[in-house]
């Protein structure tokens, strides 16, 4: 599926983000999707305290105790294991309840969201593997090639 990078800019940089070179993730954790207030992993959130916000009668016994010092973190995900953020949890529950789903027009366009999501995480696997293994694929790799068979550290591109 590789595709010739063309002369200009443009098409360099469109060749950037369909490998998944150019928006890759920094961070280690999963990160959360949506508007830019939910753009932020979970290890952003203060881990609560829970003697402030959990209490327990007189007469609890000592498994209520020890339930009530366990930490629970609720994680909403859709059938494709992706990790939802709070609007698209309520939405899906909303859609659950009332017994109807989203309109078809959108339920397309996250479907391709999800694809083309999917799709540059292949894409940036596969790069990161032939970098690990030093087999650099596509334009890089005939790059990394070339340069390797003349000896030069660069390259003179004739247009």
Same mark, same amino acid.
């Given at each position: /599926? =590789?595709?010739?990078?063309?002369?200009?800019?443009?098409?360099?940089?469109?060749? @950037?983000?369909?490998?998944?070179? @150019?928006?890759?993730?920094?961070?280690?954790? =999963? =990160? %959360?999707?949506? !508007? +830019?207030?939910?753009?932020?992993?979970?290890?952003?959130?203060?881990?609560?305290?829970?003697?402030?916000?959990?209490?327990?009668?007189?007469?609890?016994?000592?498994?209520?105790?020890?339930?009530?010092?366990?930490?629970?973190? @609720?994680?909403?995900?859709? #059938?494709?294991?992706?990790?939802?953020?709070?609007? /698209?949890?309520?939405? /899906? %529950?909303?859609?659950?309840?009332?017994?109807?789903? +989203?309109?078809?027009?959108?339920?397309? #366009?996250? %479907?391709?969201?999800?694809?083309? /999501?999917?799709? =540059?995480? !292949?894409?940036?696997?596969?790069?990161?593997?032939?970098?690990?293994?030093?087999?650099?694929?596509?334009? @890089?790799?005939? %790059?990394?090639?070339?340069?390797?068979?003349?000896?030069?550290?660069?390259?003179?591109? #004739?247009?």
């Amino acid at each position: /599926e =590789e595709s010739g990078v063309g002369r200009g800019l443009a098409s360099f940089v469109s060749m @950037l983000k369909s490998t998944g070179e @150019l928006n890759q993730k920094r961070s280690t954790g =999963e =990160e %959360l999707r949506g !508007r +830019a207030k939910d753009e932020r992993n979970y290890d952003n959130y203060k881990p609560l305290e829970l003697d402030k916000v959990v209490k327990i009668g007189a007469n609890a016994t000592g498994k209520d105790q020890e339930f009530a010092k366990r930490e629970i973190k @609720l994680e909403y995900r859709d #059938k494709h294991g992706r990790l939802l953020t709070s609007k /698209e949890a309520y939405r /899906e %529950l909303c859609y659950q309840f009332h017994g109807h789903g +989203a309109s078809k027009k959108n339920e397309d #366009k996250r %479907l391709r969201r999800i694809a083309m /999501e999917q799709a =540059e995480a !292949r894409n940036a696997s596969k790069s990161m593997a032939a970098a690990r293994d030093g087999s650099a694929i596509g334009t @890089l790799g005939a %790059l990394k090639a070339t340069q390797k068979a003349t000896g030069k550290a660069f390259l003179v591109h #004739k247009t």
